[in-house]
């Protein structure tokens, strides 16, 4: 799988929006880009994900840049419930996930 | 629709033992896939089993192995502990699309 960078934290303040950016510049035309979460404590949780398009659902929104190579997931309010590791991920088949670093979000009340 | 349930939360082993860890898959899913989370690290696929066959199968050697069950529950055997097998054991089962974490098993080895 195409490596992906990510920031190791950033920091955000309750009930404003959030842009966590992922960087993917090997990516192929076939890979899809993922969004999970891990809360403290917690397994991995799925938040979003697509292929070219931008994407929204009820957790967050994906925002892709038009030559895919990067993406930035968005949390339109963040709560303290948002604090957790946001890991993106690319994947073509197979479902395996291959998890990075991830960026560490801290939400400041 | 019950989540993905992982057995059990804690173990604590000494090296040289042999462990099995339990997850039943979510309702309706086919596929499950087993990850070792170090502290502080990000998640580490070890393999996944597709309908009882291994489907793939990460960078760990032959001693971590698995098992699929016809009802699509799972488990992970690792032979011989060393001290670096100490770590979160996360599966998660999966059927068109992402993927559904249990909370994990925590495996301390001495």
């Known amino acids: 799988d195409a490596k992906t960078t990510q920031p190791n934290s950033m920091e955000s303040n309750e009930e404003e929006p959030v842009h966590l950016p992922c960087n993917h510049s090997?990516?192929?035309?076939?890979?899809?880009i993922h969004w999970y979460r891990q809360l403290p404590s917690q397994g991995p949780e799925y938040v979003i994900h697509?292929?070219?398009s931008n994407v929204n659902n009820r957790m967050a929104s994906l925002a892709i840049a038009e030559d895919r190579k990067s993406s930035t997931l968005i949390l339109h309010r963040a709560t303290l419930r948002d604090a957790a590791v946001y890991y993106c991920?690319?994947?073509?088949?197979?479902?395996?996930?291959?998890f990075g670093g991830g960026t560490r979000l801290m939400v400041k009340p | 629709e019950t989540g993905v349930t992982q057995s059990p939360t804690h173990l604590i082993k000494t090296r040289g033992q042999q462990v099995t860890l339990r997850c039943s898959s979510q309702?309706?899913?086919?596929?499950v896939s087993w990850y070792q989370q170090a502290l502080g690290q990000g998640p580490q696929f070890i393999f996944q089993?597709?309908?009882?066959?291994?489907?793939g199968r990460g960078n760990f050697p032959p001693r971590f192995s698995g098992l699929q069950f016809p009802n699509y529950s799972s488990e992970l055997n690792v032979n011989a502990l060393e001290l670096d097998d100490s770590a979160l054991y996360l599966c998660?089962?999966?059927?068109?699309?992402?993927?559904?974490f249990g909370p994990g098993t925590r495996l301390t080895v001495t």
């Open positions: 998660a089962s999966s059927g068109k699309g992402e993927q559904y």
């Open positions: 089993y597709y309908r009882e066959e291994e489907n």
């Open positions: 309702s309706g899913h086919n596929t």
């Open positions: 991920i690319l994947i073509y088949a197979g479902n395996m996930l291959t």
């Open positions: 090997t990516i192929s035309g076939t890979d899809y």
């Open positions: 697509g292929l070219t």
